[in-house]
């Protein structure tokens, strides 16, 4: 189901492991929109979260980690929520893990948090999520070479880093990142019934929490 709500009202429910989702009015958003059937464009994933003993007042910004294209830098950062909901052309949503995803990340928080640490700095592959939204050839015997993505981690797009840091977490195991869009990232069923949209005008995401991510993206 979804609300709508502003972000400082909200801010101090918002955990790590939850995942923030945009969807961007540029060129490319809008051929990722075309291409994907999906109001979403971009994900990221919240790796910190407030304390629970001060006020809803005095909460601090979020830290997030995304694969990215901003302000003149490319590749796997960390940015403040709050600052990239200000300055976001677009629509943006929270969707929080349901309470069993909860725990498993906690049970895999370290193996969890070294990937993702590990991970900051490196190149942002934008290449790699067209032939995560194209997926003509994808299961032909002789041209999947051109629209299917074998894993990799050398580079990153933005729902490949976050489907792999859920795979750390042992959220959606066992698939595979580098065909993971941030449509997919949206409709896995690993959030709680009710999602939040923080900004633009109420857009539901079509298929929110209705596919299984077991297995996802991989050939057979």
Request: include cysteine.
């Amino acid at each position: 189901m979804l609300t709508q709500n502003a972000y400082h009202d909200i801010k101090h429910l918002i955990a790590p492991g939850d995942i923030i989702a945009f969807g961007g009015t540029s060129l490319f958003s809008r051929w990722a929109k075309f291409t994907t059937r999906s109001v979403v464009t971009h994900t990221a994933m919240v790796i910190d979260s407030p304390d629970d003993h001060r006020s809803v007042s005095d909460v601090q910004d979020l830290t997030m980690i995304e694969a990215t294209s901003i302000k003149g830098k490319k590749g796997v950062m960390h940015n403040y929520v709050e600052e990239r909901i200000k300055h976001y052309k677009g629509e943006v949503w929270w969707l929080p893990l349901h309470d069993a995803a909860k725990q498993q990340l906690q049970n895999n928080w370290h193996g969890f948090h070294d990937f993702l640490a590990g991970e900051l700095g490196k190149d942002y592959d934008i290449w790699q999520l067209f032939g995560a939204a194209i997926d003509v050839f994808d299961d032909h015997r002789w041209f999947n070479w051109i629209t299917y993505n074998r894993k990799k981690s050398n580079r990153w797009f933005c729902s490949e880093l976050v489907a792999e840091g859920l795979n750390q977490a042992g959220i959606a195991i066992e698939l595979n990142p580098s065909e993971t869009t941030p449509k997919d990232i949206c409709q896995f069923t690993i959030y709680a019934p009710e999602y939040v949209q923080l900004k633009g005008k109420k857009k539901p995401i079509k298929g929110f929490n209705t596919l299984d991510p077991h297995r996802w993206g991989n050939l057979g």
